[in-house]
């Protein structure tokens, strides 16, 4: 019996696989983040320790600052007796802060949980060396370079205003938190999780005590300070207490070794703010959402660029394309980019559009059919290419220019205007800044108005067959997700209403697209011949 093979085997394509993969690598990170919170167990006739806190002691809190780590003298900043360590509370305090803090030095909080029964008259270091004393330390110092300062620009500066200084300078966190782990859990002696390790102290052989550490989590950029010298030398703090779960404070610790390898790398800390953000008071269901969802983002990214660039580099001739969307994207990534620099926004934003950026530039040279000619002996000569353009493609700007030259009535002043207005009551950091700060005004506030020319191309030529469908429907995806991150990622505020701003025009090419359907059976749906009447198979009132 003989089989007929087909002469041509349907592969997958390297897309498909690598999507799957990636995808697989994403489901199987959530299932091992979900671990995190399944409480180890502890095997009959193995080695066991229990909590200290089952018993519900009675403990003392107390708060100590000392301008380091291993500090002998420390100044007591706060007591609780019989401090209620099942319940949140917040404890306004008052720190001392010495002359070494203020000349860019650092401080220290020290955090002592002392069971009743210990003699409380004793020093800072007798008590922190007790043995039934839980610890940790808090750096309640950061460096930072301070946020230069703004002005306006056509009037006097301020003669009290600095310039804005370029090295980092020590900053106080105006908010910390610190947690107790306060489940009643047996953790297994020889299969301990490896992040509670350098966190369990003994006291006799089978009881560990209680679990006090500090949550970076919730200290962000926001909450820092710039140390000012004043006359009591003192600075007021709020230092919260919140009860954790076991899982949650595993979270928390593989979350700091991760962002201290990241930072080890070069990322900055307004970067590892970002991430913080995400992980910051977050249930274990909605965080495997959150990073389901950003991983569909960055696969949708890649495909959609990988689409696009397919899709422009085959492209032979620019019948049905907008030339001045093409040019509009193009201006607008480059502004949107360099804004977003001014701005110093998270890396998280700047790497995707700087990258975004590139790739409509390339395309505005595609679409302009420019090339580069270098002669020798002189400079490079710039030329367009202008003699291999048919009549459907004339035809195509003839619709785009009627477009633009609507929409130059209304746009053109608005931004002008808006500069101007800018520029006389809104303080800025230079005129660079300004420059930019209008330039992306306008592309924030009327940017959507630049993709109407396509709208309005896809209306004339009643087809949508010209457009590079596959592409355009994963960028939708992906503004439809950011949405949701909009209020996860700290970005500007224009930023953060340009991602709704994009829907409706997305939608409405869906419309179009199902206006105007392509028929399959056709060869080139938009050719001379075709244009102005459309698709054979287009709808009909």
């Given at each position: ?317 620019l019948i049905g394309l907008s030339k001045w969307t093409v040019m509009w994207r193009a201006f607008s990534q480059t502004i949107i980019f ?25 395309k505005l040279k595609k679409m302009s059919r420019m090339e580069l000619i270098v002669c020798y002996g002189i400079l490079p000569k710039i ?159």
């Amino acid at each position: 019996m003989c089989v007929l093979l087909p002469s041509k085997m349907q592969w997958f394509s390297f897309s498909v696989i690598l999507s799957e993969i990636f995808l697989a690598y994403i489901i199987y990170s959530i299932y091992s983040l979900s671990l995190l919170f399944v409480s180890p167990a502890c095997e009959d006739g193995k080695q066991c320790l229990k909590s200290y806190l089952s018993e519900r002691p009675q403990l003392n809190l107390y708060i100590y600052s000392s301008v380091s780590k291993k500090s002998r003298d420390a100044d007591l900043a706060y007591t609780a007796h019989n401090f209620d360590y099942t319940r949140a509370q917040t404890i306004p305090t008052t720190l001392n802060i010495p002359r070494k803090t203020q000349d860019n030095g650092t401080l220290f909080l020290h955090i002592l949980l002392v069971p009743m029964f210990v003699d409380q008259s004793r020093s800072f270091i007798d008590l922190k060396k007790d043995t039934y004393t839980s610890y940790t330390a808090i750096k309640m110092t950061q460096y930072t370079v301070p946020e230069a300062e703004v002005f306006k620009l056509l009037g006097e500066k301020n003669p009290g205003t600095k310039d804005a200084l370029v090295h980092p300078v020590s900053h106080i966190k105006s908010r910390v938190t610190f947690t107790i782990m306060t489940d009643d859990v047996m953790l297994p002696m020889n299969s301990m999780p490896i992040e509670l390790i350098n966190h369990i102290k003994l006291i006799g052989k089978m009881t560990f005590l209680p679990i006090v550490n500090c949550d970076f989590l919730q200290t962000r950029q926001r909450d820092l300070q710039r140390i000012v010298p004043q006359n009591n030398n003192t600075m007021n703090v709020t230092v919260e207490y919140s009860p954790v779960s076991l899982g949650k404070l595993r979270l928390v610790l593989h979350v700091q070794t991760a962002i201290a390898s990241l930072k080890n790398i070069g990322i900055s800390d307004k970067d590892v703010d970002e991430v913080k953000g995400i992980f910051a008071d977050t249930n274990i269901y909605l965080l495997g959402g959150t990073v389901f969802i950003a991983g569909v983002h960055l696969l949708f990214d890649f495909l959609a660029i990988k689409n696009d660039i397919s899709f422009w580099r085959k492209k032979s001739n620019l019948i049905g394309l907008s030339k001045w969307t093409v040019m509009w994207r193009a201006f607008s990534q480059t502004i949107i980019f360099l804004y977003l620099c001014d701005e110093e926004s998270s890396l998280l934003i700047l790497i995707p559009t700087g990258i975004g950026s590139i790739i409509e530039l390339w395309k505005l040279k595609k679409m302009s059919r420019m090339e580069l000619i270098v002669c020798y002996g002189i400079l490079p000569k710039i030329r367009f290419k202008t003699d291999d353009i048919n009549a459907a493609e004339v035809k195509t700007r003839e619709f785009d220019a009627e477009s633009m030259r609507y929409l130059s009535y209304l746009l053109y002043p608005i931004v002008i205007g808006g500069a101007i207005y800018s520029l006389l009551y809104q303080p800025h950091k230079s005129w660079y800044s300004w420059t930019i700060n209008s330039l992306v005004n306008g592309v924030y506030a009327f940017g959507f108005l630049f993709m109407l020319p396509q709208l309005f191309v896809n209306y004339k030529l009643k087809s949508v067959a010209h457009l590079p469908w596959r592409a355009f429907m994963y960028k939708a995806f992906n503004t439809f997700i950011d949405d949701v991150f909009a209020f996860i990622i700290t970005m500007p505020t224009a930023h953060r209403i340009a991602c709704f701003r994009d829907d409706a025009v997305f939608l409405i090419y869906l419309y179009q697209r199902w206006l105007y359907p392509v028929d399959k059976s056709r060869i080139d749906t938009v050719t001379e011949e075709t244009v102005g009447f459309g698709d054979v198979s287009k709808k009909t009132n």
